[in-house]
């Protein structure tokens, strides 16, 4: 198992920024990829961005530009640094961990709440 702790959420107006952290736990030596989703009020939750061990990252089309994945792997530690957020960033940002190989599912952190005021 892999428990995933996030810092960093809060209120911030539009045009602004926000740096999110997660630390990692427990079966650290099975993680593979470590990245972050949100989920909106009503909305279904949807990725954001991801990081492999070898630091390849990918990022939904709506905050490339703007947001930045990054990992330590010796701190067992996966940040993303927001910037220039929108009203339409507001959601729960989850960490997630995934571990492998075979694959051994998903790990997820309790949620940090991201809110940005227009």
């Known amino acids: 198992q892999v428990q995933l702790v996030e810092s960093g959420g809060g209120l911030v107006s539009a045009g602004g920024s926000l740096r999110l952290s997660c630390a990692a736990s427990?079966?650290?030596?099975?993680?593979?990829?470590m990245g972050w989703d949100r989920q909106a009020p009503g909305k279904q939750r949807e990725l954001v961005a991801g990081?492999?061990?070898?630091?390849?990252?990918n990022y939904a089309d709506s905050v490339k530009g703007r947001f930045t994945i990054s990992r330590n792997n010796a701190k067992n530690t996966v940040s993303l640094q927001m910037n220039s957020l929108q009203p339409e960033d507001t959601a729960v940002y989850y960490c997630?961990?995934?571990?492998?190989?075979?694959?051994?599912?998903?790990?997820w952190g309790q949620g940090t709440q991201v809110t940005v005021s227009s």
């Open positions: 990081i492999g061990s070898g630091g390849a990252t």
């Open positions: 997630y961990a995934d571990r492998g190989p075979p694959s051994l599912g998903r790990s």
């Open positions: 427990g079966s650290i030596s099975t993680i593979r990829v």
